[in-house]
C-alpha cells in the first residue's frame, strides 16, 4: 500500500511551543566571577541576573471543573486542566498546528482511510507500565464503546477501529476520510489514560481519578474547589517539569479573581475581567496580557419551543442586539463583534455579518408574528461569572425595548449538566435562550459547526443546544467531513454556515479576546489562541 508520510511529524519530543516572554538571562559560571572578583561580589551578581527556581503556583480560573475524563469532557477548561497529567499522541503548538506528542510521526493511505502511528518508546504512565500500542487501542476502544456513553465519542465518530501492528505501531481505520483527523488528536480530547486506571476505576471513577504519562500527577481534586497536581519525578523529559506543582482554582467571581494576581495568592489569572485590566498594568506584582482568540459568544435560541420555533422571532431578537455596544458593555473593548457562524482565523470562517441592530425592524417582525406585545421568555448563562452575569442582563434590556420579557439565570456547572447538557428529550428541554461561548478546538471548519448546530448533535450528545434541524446543513457537513480536496470542503462549509446565518438558530454576538494576568516571575504560562493556555515549559524566575 502507497502511504504518504506527514512531513512535519518529526522525532521531537514535546510539542512546539513558542514564547513572547523574554527568556531568562544566562548568568556567569560561579566559578568564572568568583576567579575575577570578591565572593561577595560574585553572589551579587549571580542574584542579579535571576535564578530559576522550584515552586507550586496558583493558577485561578473563572469556572468550575466538570470531569478529569478528557473523553468525556464537553468543557475545555476541564480538558485544558487535564494536560496536567495526561498526554496524547499529538498536540498543538501557539499556532494550533499539530505537532507529534507521544507518537513520532505517521503514515497515511492514499485513499485517507488508513493512519499507520509510529510510537514514542520508553514512555511510562504513573503506575510505572509502559505506554505502547495496546494502550492506545485501549483507550480508542472505550470511548468508541456505544455502550460507556461517553460525551465526546462523535468526536471520534469517524474511526471504525483500531489494530495494534506491534509493540509501537497502532493503525486507525477510518470509516469515511477525514482530512482533520491529526487536528482532532491534538485538541485535548484523546488522552492517554493508563490501562490499569481504565480497568479500576470505569468510566465513573475516571471522573474523579487520574493516570497518564503527563507531567504532573494528580494529588487532590474537589470539582467546585481545587485541583492539585504535583511534579511527576519520572517525566519522559529531562529537566520538565519546572515547577513543583500546579493548584488550580476556582474563582467565579470576577473582582475576587482579579485580586488574587494583585495580592499574589494566584499567580496566573484566566479569564481576566476587562474592568480590570487596567489595575493590573498599574500593578508592581503582575503583568496583564491581551491575545487574539477564536473564542466566540452566540445566544442560543431553542427552535422546538414556541413561539421561538417562529423564524421571524428569531430574526427579531437578533435584529433587537446591538453588537457593537455588548462588545463595549460586557468586554470593555476586549473584544469584536461577530461576523459570522465562526471566527475567520478558522479556515473557511465566513463574513456574513454582523447582524445589523435595528430594533424598529424587530418590533416589525414579532407583530408580524402574531406578538405584537411581545412575550414572555427566559435567558440562560452557561457559566456563573461576573461577566455572564453582566452580559445577561445587557440582552435583558436589549430584548425589553422591543417588548420582550425575560427572566435571567446563571447556571452553575451542576445545574448547566443537569438542566442543558444532559438533557435527555429535545421536546421537553426547558432551555429557552442560553448564552454560551464555543472555542473551536481543532482550529478547522468542521468542529466549529458540527457540534453546535447538526441535527444529530443536540443534548445529551454535544451541544446543539438550538436543537437546530435541517437535513440539507447536517449534509454539507457530510460532505465536508469526507472531501480531501481543501477547495471543496471549505465550499461545502461555506455552505453550511449560509444557511445557519439565514435559519438563525442563535444569534452571534461576539469574538472575545484572551485577556490574563500572570505574575512577574512566573514565565512560559500564557494563552492560546483558542482560549486555553500553555504552561509545558513554565518556570519560576526569582
Same mark, same amino acid.
Given at each position: 500500500m502507497k502511504t504518504v508520510?506527514?512531513?512535519?511529524?518529526?522525532?521531537?519530543?514535546?510539542?512546539?511551543v513558542q514564547s513572547d516572554q523574554q527568556l531568562p538571562r544566562r548568568c556567569p559560571p560561579f566559578g568564572r566571577v568568583a576567579a575575577g572578583i570578591a565572593a561577595g561580589m560574585a553572589l551579587t551578581a549571580l542574584l542579579a541576573c535571576g535564578t530559576a527556581a522550584a515552586r507550586t503556583i496558583t493558577v485561578a480560573v473563572a469556572t468550575g471543573f466538570t470531569t478529569l475524563d478528557p473523553y468525556d469532557a464537553g468543557d475545555a477548561l476541564?480538558?485544558?486542566?487535564? &494536560? %496536567? +497529567?495526561? =498526554?496524547? @499522541?499529538?498536540?498543538?503548538?501557539?499556532?494550533l498546528e499539530p505537532q507529534p506528542q507521544l507518537a513520532e510521526s505517521y503514515e497515511v493511505s492514499e485513499n485517507g482511510l488508513e493512519y499507520v502511528f509510529k510510537l514514542r518508546e520508553g514512555v511510562k504512565f504513573h503506575d510505572g507500565t509502559e505506554f505502547d500500542a495496546q494502550a492506545v487501542k485501549v483507550n480508542f476502544d472505550r470511548v468508541l464503546d456505544?455502550?460507556?456513553?461517553?460525551?465526546?465519542?462523535?468526536?471520534?465518530? +469517524?474511526?471504525?477501529?483500531?489494530?495494534?501492528?506491534?509493540?509501537?505501531?497502532?493503525?486507525?481505520? $477510518?470509516?469515511?476520510?477525514?482530512s482533520a483527523f491529526i487536528s482532532r488528536l491534538a485538541n485535548g480530547t484523546g488522552q492517554m489514560i493508563c490501562p490499569s486506571a481504565i480497568k479500576k476505576f470505569g468510566s465513573d471513577g475516571l471522573a474523579h481519578n487520574a493516570c497518564g504519562t503527563g507531567p504532573y500527577v494528580l494529588k487532590? +481534586?474537589?470539582?467546585?474547589?481545587?485541583?492539585?497536581?504535583?511534579?511527576?519525578?519520572?517525566?519522559?523529559?529531562?529537566?520538565?517539569? &519546572?515547577?513543583?506543582?500546579?493548584?488550580?482554582?476556582?474563582?467565579?467571581?470576577?473582582?475576587?479573581?482579579?485580586?488574587?494576581? @494583585?495580592?499574589? =495568592?494566584?499567580?496566573?489569572?484566566?479569564?481576566?475581567?476587562?474592568?480590570?485590566?487596567?489595575?493590573?498594568?498599574? %500593578?508592581?506584582?503582575?503583568?496583564?496580557?491581551v491575545k487574539p482568540s477564536i473564542q466566540q459568544r452566540? @445566544?442560543?435560541?431553542?427552535?422546538?419551543?414556541?413561539p421561538l420555533n417562529d423564524l421571524r422571532v428569531r430574526q427579531a431578537i437578533a435584529y433587537a442586539i446591538n453588537k457593537d455596544a455588548f462588545c463595549k458593555v460586557v468586554y470593555g473593548g476586549f473584544s469584536r463583534p461577530a461576523t459570522g457562524v465562526q471566527p475567520p482565523e478558522v479556515p473557511g470562517g465566513l463574513k456574513l455579518g454582523p447582524w445589523?441592530?435595528?430594533?424598529?425592524?424587530?418590533?416589525? $417582525?414579532? &407583530?408580524?408574528?402574531?406578538?405584537?406585545?411581545?412575550?414572555?421568555?427566559?435567558? #440562560?448563562?452557561?457559566?456563573?461569572? %461576573?461577566t455572564n452575569a453582566k452580559a445577561v442582563q445587557f440582552l435583558q434590556q436589549q430584548l425589553r425595548q422591543v417588548g420582550i420579557q425575560a427572566e435571567t439565570r446563571v447556571l452553575e456547572s451542576g445545574q448547566r449538566v443537569s438542566l442543558v447538557d444532559s438533557h435527555p428529550d429535545p421536546k421537553t428541554a426547558p432551555v429557552r435562550l442560553y448564552l454560551i461561548g464555543w472555542s473551536n478546538s481543532t482550529a478547522?471548519?468542521? #468542529?466549529?459547526?458540527? *457540534? !453546535? +448546530?447538526?441535527?444529530?448533535?443536540?443534548? *445529551?450528545? $454535544?451541544?446543539?443546544?438550538?436543537?437546530? %434541524?435541517?437535513?440539507?446543513?447536517?449534509?454539507? $457537513?457530510?460532505?465536508?467531513?469526507?472531501?480531501?480536496? !481543501?477547495? &471543496?470542503?471549505?465550499?461545502?462549509?461555506?455552505?453550511?454556515?449560509?444557511?445557519? #446565518?439565514?435559519?438563525v438558530p442563535a444569534v452571534f454576538l461576539t469574538y472575545e479576546n484572551n485577556l490574563a494576568a500572570v505574575n512577574r516571575h512566573l514565565k512560559n504560562f500564557r494563552p492560546m489562541l483558542d482560549s486555553t493556555f500553555e504552561f509545558y515549559e513554565a518556570y519560576w524566575q526569582e
Amino acid at each position: 500500500m502507497k502511504t504518504v508520510r506527514n512531513k512535519s511529524a518529526r522525532n521531537v519530543a514535546r510539542p512546539i511551543v513558542q514564547s513572547d516572554q523574554q527568556l531568562p538571562r544566562r548568568c556567569p559560571p560561579f566559578g568564572r566571577v568568583a576567579a575575577g572578583i570578591a565572593a561577595g561580589m560574585a553572589l551579587t551578581a549571580l542574584l542579579a541576573c535571576g535564578t530559576a527556581a522550584a515552586r507550586t503556583i496558583t493558577v485561578a480560573v473563572a469556572t468550575g471543573f466538570t470531569t478529569l475524563d478528557p473523553y468525556d469532557a464537553g468543557d475545555a477548561l476541564s480538558r485544558n486542566v487535564a &494536560k %496536567s +497529567f495526561y =498526554e496524547g @499522541l499529538y498536540a498543538f503548538n501557539d499556532k494550533l498546528e499539530p505537532q507529534p506528542q507521544l507518537a513520532e510521526s505517521y503514515e497515511v493511505s492514499e485513499n485517507g482511510l488508513e493512519y499507520v502511528f509510529k510510537l514514542r518508546e520508553g514512555v511510562k504512565f504513573h503506575d510505572g507500565t509502559e505506554f505502547d500500542a495496546q494502550a492506545v487501542k485501549v483507550n480508542f476502544d472505550r470511548v468508541l464503546d456505544p455502550k460507556n456513553a461517553l460525551s465526546r465519542r462523535t468526536f471520534f465518530g +469517524f474511526i471504525d477501529r483500531v489494530e495494534v501492528l506491534d509493540k509501537y505501531r497502532v493503525k486507525f481505520i $477510518l470509516k469515511t476520510p477525514m482530512s482533520a483527523f491529526i487536528s482532532r488528536l491534538a485538541n485535548g480530547t484523546g488522552q492517554m489514560i493508563c490501562p490499569s486506571a481504565i480497568k479500576k476505576f470505569g468510566s465513573d471513577g475516571l471522573a474523579h481519578n487520574a493516570c497518564g504519562t503527563g507531567p504532573y500527577v494528580l494529588k487532590e +481534586f474537589n470539582p467546585s474547589e481545587r485541583l492539585v497536581v504535583e511534579k511527576n519525578p519520572n517525566y519522559r523529559i529531562a529537566g520538565l517539569p &519546572k515547577l513543583d506543582g500546579i493548584r488550580w482554582l476556582p474563582v467565579p467571581e470576577n473582582s475576587t479573581r482579579a485580586q488574587m494576581v @494583585l495580592t499574589g =495568592e494566584a499567580d496566573y489569572v484566566h479569564a481576566m475581567p476587562p474592568e480590570l485590566m487596567g489595575r493590573v498594568n498599574e %500593578s508592581d506584582q503582575a503583568v496583564a496580557i491581551v491575545k487574539p482568540s477564536i473564542q466566540q459568544r452566540y @445566544l442560543a435560541i431553542n427552535t422546538l419551543a414556541e413561539p421561538l420555533n417562529d423564524l421571524r422571532v428569531r430574526q427579531a431578537i437578533a435584529y433587537a442586539i446591538n453588537k457593537d455596544a455588548f462588545c463595549k458593555v460586557v468586554y470593555g473593548g476586549f473584544s469584536r463583534p461577530a461576523t459570522g457562524v465562526q471566527p475567520p482565523e478558522v479556515p473557511g470562517g465566513l463574513k456574513l455579518g454582523p447582524w445589523p441592530y435595528d430594533p424598529k425592524k424587530a418590533r416589525e $417582525l414579532l &407583530k408580524e408574528a402574531g406578538y405584537p406585545n411581545g412575550f414572555r421568555t427566559q435567558i #440562560w448563562a452557561a457559566f456563573n461569572t %461576573s461577566t455572564n452575569a453582566k452580559a445577561v442582563q445587557f440582552l435583558q434590556q436589549q430584548l425589553r425595548q422591543v417588548g420582550i420579557q425575560a427572566e435571567t439565570r446563571v447556571l452553575e456547572s451542576g445545574q448547566r449538566v443537569s438542566l442543558v447538557d444532559s438533557h435527555p428529550d429535545p421536546k421537553t428541554a426547558p432551555v429557552r435562550l442560553y448564552l454560551i461561548g464555543w472555542s473551536n478546538s481543532t482550529a478547522e471548519p468542521d #468542529w466549529g459547526i458540527r *457540534p !453546535l +448546530f447538526d441535527s444529530r448533535e443536540a443534548p *445529551p450528545k $454535544l451541544g446543539n443546544t438550538s436543537y437546530y %434541524s435541517n437535513p440539507a446543513m447536517d449534509a454539507a $457537513l457530510d460532505r465536508g467531513m469526507a472531501e480531501t480536496d !481543501l477547495e &471543496k470542503r471549505l465550499a461545502a462549509y461555506g455552505e453550511a454556515q449560509k444557511m445557519i #446565518w439565514n435559519d438563525v438558530p442563535a444569534v452571534f454576538l461576539t469574538y472575545e479576546n484572551n485577556l490574563a494576568a500572570v505574575n512577574r516571575h512566573l514565565k512560559n504560562f500564557r494563552p492560546m489562541l483558542d482560549s486555553t493556555f500553555e504552561f509545558y515549559e513554565a518556570y519560576w524566575q526569582e
